[in-house]
């Protein structure tokens, strides 16, 4: 088992900055990628950005260029970094970590940003 406990989210202005970190403990072992999906109301949960085992990241269009995507192998912790939020970027956040057998989510965090 993995246990996620994802932190940082909250209300900003538009175009201001949110940091968001995901810790993983229990069996960690294996974790090949960590990233972040968010779903907005009314919406499907989407993919955000990943960082996989041998660092590369993927980032949806929608965030490239404005959101990082990090990992601390040592703390088995992702980061989320955001600027320039836009009020579409409101929803809740979900962690994401992906092991050989089978993937864990976080409990979520609520990001809004407000126009």
């Known amino acids: 088992q993995v246990q996620l406990v994802e932190s940082g989210g909250g209300l900003v202005q538009a175009g201001g900055s949110l940091r968001l970190s995901c810790a993983a403990s229990?069996?960690?072992?294996?974790?090949?990628?960590m990233g972040w999906y968010r779903q907005a109301p009314g919406k499907q949960r989407e993919p955000v950005a990943t960082v996989i085992s041998t660092g590369s990241t993927y980032y949806a269009d929608s965030v490239k260029g404005r959101f990082t995507i990090s990992r601390d192998n040592a703390k088995n912790t992702v980061y989320l970094q955001m600027n320039s939020l836009k009020p579409e970027d409101t929803a809740v956040y979900y962690c994401?970590?992906?092991?050989?057998?089978?993937?864990?989510w976080g409990q979520g965090t609520q990001v809004t940003v407000s126009s």
């Open positions: 229990g069996n960690t072992i294996s974790i090949n990628a």
């Open positions: 994401n970590v992906a092991r050989v057998d089978r993937t864990y």
